[in-house]
């Protein structure tokens, strides 16, 4: 299955068999209270600076999150969408609860946007797929729902099978649903992500949908949180994840790695080239 996203003229494939596509996590308020002073001056000096990093570091896409305590989203998501495809021409990952944010934002936006995110709670599913459908947007699935976050795997698919009927029936089609199985810290529940790999493994054996997580969120907490990334991030690939949120200034290399090992980069020329564009002038 492919889900293909677009910037104003780039197309981006993301495919069920890989190679895997990089959603770059880095313009998000949480933990960098720079971002946050700069947007609260309308100054986009640091979101541009952030997204011509990551695509550099091998972003296909750009996760675009600019919430925080105070801020008026329905008029900055916009704003920020303008500015990022004023200077780029990757697609855009829409990562806002508020879907009065999400819908001013695909208004100005151009080409093909993935929105982040509905989930299984009847309000999500109402709110954001007639949007979905009317702007031609794709959509994360977030497997939780009224009864909130379950720890059972099959329960998970479940809710995964209950979105993708739910988007079909509003209009949406198939491939333009990407399922997140949620990735939780392993600081906080030892068992956090052997949970997430089992639900990756049944969504993608069982619904052939593309898979996304927030590749970060498991090393919360934690020191060396770059090498723990990277050994999720390959056990995740190897299970079906295709299009984590991730930094990919750190996560990259290990992306480009797995993709290898597991056959989808012949005469490692991915690998190599990365590796090489990485080494100092
Ligand atoms: N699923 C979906 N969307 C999501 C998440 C998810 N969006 C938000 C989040 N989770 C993914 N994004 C981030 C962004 C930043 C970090 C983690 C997840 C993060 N940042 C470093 C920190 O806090 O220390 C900043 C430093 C760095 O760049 O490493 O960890 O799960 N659908």
């Known amino acids: 299955m492919q889900t293909i996203l677009k ?11 890989g ?23 309308n100054d986009f000096s640091l979101v541009l600076e952030l997204a011509g990093s990551q695509i550099k570091a091998g972003a296909d896409v750009l996760d675009v999150n600019v919430g925080f305590p105070g801020v008026d989203d329905v008029k900055l998501l916009p704003e920020t969408v303008k500015e990022l495809q004023d200077h780029f021409d990757v697609p855009l990952c829409l990562d806002s609860p508020n879907p009065h944010a999400v819908e001013a934002a695909l208004k100005v936006s151009a080409g ?7 989930n299984g709670e009847e309000k999500s599913l109402n709110a ?3 949007v979905a459908k009317e702007y031609g947007a794709a959509i994360i699935g977030l497997c ?12 998970r698919l479940a809710i995964a099978g209950k979105i993708i009927e739910r988007a079909l029936r509003a209009g949406i089609k198939e491939e333009d649903v990407v399922i997140d199985p949620l990735a939780m810290a392993v600081s906080a529940d030892p068992n956090a ?7 990756i493994k049944l969504v993608h054996q069982k619904l052939g949908h593309n898979i996304t997580h927030g590749a970060s969120n498991i090393s919360f907490g934690l020191p060396d949180r770059e090498s723990l990334n990277a050994a999720f991030m390959a056990l995740a690939i190897y299970n079906g994840l295709t299009c984590p949120i991730a930094n990919p200034e750190k996560i990259t290399a290990a992306v ?5 090992v597991l056959g989808r ?14 080494q100092p002038q």
């Open 128 to 130: 954001l797929l007639p």
């Open 7 to 17: 910037g104003k003229t780039r197309e981006v494939i993301i495919d069920t068999y």
């Open 265 to 278: 980069d012949d005469f490692a020329l991915r690998f190599v080239e990365y590796f090489q564009s990485r």
């Open 19 to 41: 190679p895997v596509i990089i959603i770059g996590e880095s313009i998000n308020p949480t933990r960098r209270k720079k971002l946050v002073s700069t947007l609260q001056e």
């Open 112 to 118: 093909k946007c993935l929105i982040n995110s509905v």
């Open 193 to 199: 992500c052997l949970v997430t790999l089992e639900t």
């Open 144 to 155: 939780m729902d009224d009864d909130g976050i379950t720890h059972d795997p099959e329960k």
């Open 256 to 260: 480009r790695a797995a993709d290898l």
